[in-house]
């Protein structure tokens, strides 16, 4: 049961325009939210998190929104550059135990 | 500090064959997951590990198994090894029952081919 889920599998965008990512859940008991990045042959790395008690968080070009009434949350990249070229996992966890997406495979096309 | 090690980088095993995974957690840290990512999918959770005792499985079948060594380091082992368990195979670490801000710190992975 994917509690998790990240519906598109890619994205496209130019370089210097807005990349938006979502992320739904359907547990209502998570209450902390990651975004991380991974790039090939590499482990994911944490991007930025949210908590449930804030509906954004922002740090540089990323910013995470949180929306709990709809169960979803999405990331925005601005303005995104070719270096943002990866997969990204969005996750949750009601406890120690994060629970992940399926991914989005970004491309940022120069 | 040392991030969180993963060996052997790439394994190719045949099929019917066991293989076993290794991490070291980063210094500090007792909980140790394991996660499948096979090609086009996310990151399956298979197992958590802490103090030694095994936390939480997905849901993966019993041929999939491991443990947790009194240094926190893991071992994973995969039993008749079938070819869609190739894939790459990421540990991550994280503090004890404490969710840290940033989540799991991920190892870089052992990529499993199966043939």
Redesign the interface.
């Known amino acids: 049961d994917q509690q998790v889920k990240q519906n598109s599998p890619s994205l496209s965008v130019q370089e210097g325009r807005i990349s938006i990512l979502n992320c739904d859940y359907t547990n209502s008991m998570f209450d902390y939210f990651l975004w991380y990045k991974k790039y090939p042959a590499e482990g994911p790395t944490f991007l930025i998190s949210i908590s449930s008690i804030k509906d954004k968080n922002e740090d540089g070009r990323f910013t995470v929104f949180l929306n709990k009434s709809a169960k979803h949350l999405s990331l925005h990249i601005v303005p995104s550059q070719p270096g943002d070229s990866a997969v990204y996992f969005c996750a949750a966890s009601a406890g120690n135990q994060f629970y992940f997406g399926t991914g989005t495979s970004l491309t940022v096309i120069p | 500090e040392a991030g969180?090690t993963q060996s052997p980088t790439h394994l190719i095993k045949t099929r019917g064959q066991q293989a076993t995974l290794r991490c070291s957690p980063i210094s500090g840290h007792t909980?140790v997951?394991w996660?499948q990512q096979a090609l086009?999918?996310?990151?399956q959770?298979l197992l958590?590990y802490d103090e030694g005792e095994e936390r939480?499985r997905g849901n993966f079948p019993p041929r999939f198994s491991g443990r947790q060594f009194p240094n926190y380091s893991s071992e994973l082992n995969v039993n008749a090894l079938e070819l869609e368990d190739s894939a790459l195979y990421?540990c991550?670490s994280?503090w004890?029952?404490?969710?840290a801000?940033?989540?799991?710190?991920?190892?870089?992975?052992t990529?499993l081919t199966v043939v």
């Open positions: 969180v909980s997951y996660y086009g999918l996310g990151l959770f958590w939480n990421l991550a994280s004890p029952w404490d969710r801000d940033y989540g799991y710190t991920f190892g870089s992975g990529r």
